[in-house]
């Protein structure tokens, strides 16, 4: 079994506006304007309404009233649009409960939303990788969208196969689902999101965020790697074994990251990350 058949095999994942994954690619450029911005959004009234309703709460504590798309992305720039707006688009797909993985409702989505604020901190760390915070950004919010795949795709028999992998080899959950699938819940996931045509370099993250490439350079995926151990040691969230929760000595010591530069990164991960409810309140 592929990637490409688990993701046949589901029919049930909602559709995730058309405007947050072009918002995403425009994200992805350089030279992307305000005015790309506001067009990627205007035209999707229900987002739009959300985006204005998100503004104007207490979280933002504007004085005076966010009354349209434009302002709302000249008060809070590009960044802080790309964080609501994903915040919104995959709020609702992402907070379910997934009984494959052990994990409630929200779990997943706030889990997420850590790891995604993390990548930023890596990303804007000083380290030996240049990668733009947005794109981090969305590459950890969606590190783990396979495993909606996985739990509706894996029927009793197989679900049960893989944890009996684990108990008797002691493998990870992600080693253990390579094992009797042939694939895993990253590789789902990067398989989803290129048939979104997202940008390959979040598809490559995704792909391989418990596998990370680091030759002939580090990329993004070294940097999800980084912040999915992080987000796990800093939230609430259990790992499903306590192998999710390692990180690889290689990545950190490829990305040039000192334990000055770690004990920093945690303490900005875990003021991060208090946000995150605020921003699940918002979807």
């Known amino acids: 079994m592929n990637a490409q058949e688990l993701v046949a095999k589901v029919k049930h994942l909602p559709p995730v506006p058309t405007a ?11 030279d992307t304007e305000n005015n790309d911005i506001v067009q990627a959004i205007r035209f999707d009234n229900v987002l739009t309404a959300k985006l204005l309703r998100a503004c104007n709460s207490p979280y933002f504590g504007f004085s005076e009233p966010v009354s349209s798309v434009d302002q709302a992305v000249l008060v809070l720039g590009h960044q ?46 000083g380290l030996e ?11 950890g919010l969606l590190h783990d969208i396979g495993k909606l795949v996985m739990g509706q795709a894996i029927d009793a028999p197989l679900l049960a196969a893989i944890r009996g992998r ?10 253990a689902e390579r094992d009797i699938l042939g694939t895993d819940h990253a590789e789902v996931g990067a398989h989803l999101l290129k048939s ?19 030759a002939p350079r580090p990329l993004l995926s070294a940097v999800v790697h980084v912040a999915n151990w992080a987000a796990h040691v800093a939230g609430p969230v259990a790992a499903e074994n306590v192998m999710a929760a390692s990180v ?11 334990a000055e530069k770690m004990d920093q990164m945690h303490i900005e991960i875990r003021n991060s990350s208090e946000s995150v409810g605020q921003f699940m309140a918002m979807a």
Request: charged letters at 20%.
């Open 248 to 258: 690889d000595e290689r990545v950190v010591v490829e990305l040039g990251i000192t």
């Open 129 to 139: 990788i240049n990668v733009e915070t947005s794109v981090a950004f969305t590459a």
């Open 166 to 175: 684990i108990a008797e080899e002691r493998l990870s959950w992600v080693a």
């Open 20 to 30: 947050a994954l072009r918002l995403i690619s425009l994200l992805d450029k350089a």
């Open 196 to 214: 979104w045509n997202l940008p390959e370099e979040v598809v490559e993250a995704v792909r391989n965020h418990h596998r990370p490439v680091l």
């Open 80 to 125: 802080q649009i790309l964080h609501i707006v994903l915040t919104l688009a995959f709020g609702s797909t992402m907070a379910v409960s997934l009984p494959a993985y052990a994990v409630e409702s929200s779990e997943l989505w706030q889990h997420s939303l850590t790891t995604a604020m993390a990548a930023e901190v890596v990303a804007n760390g």
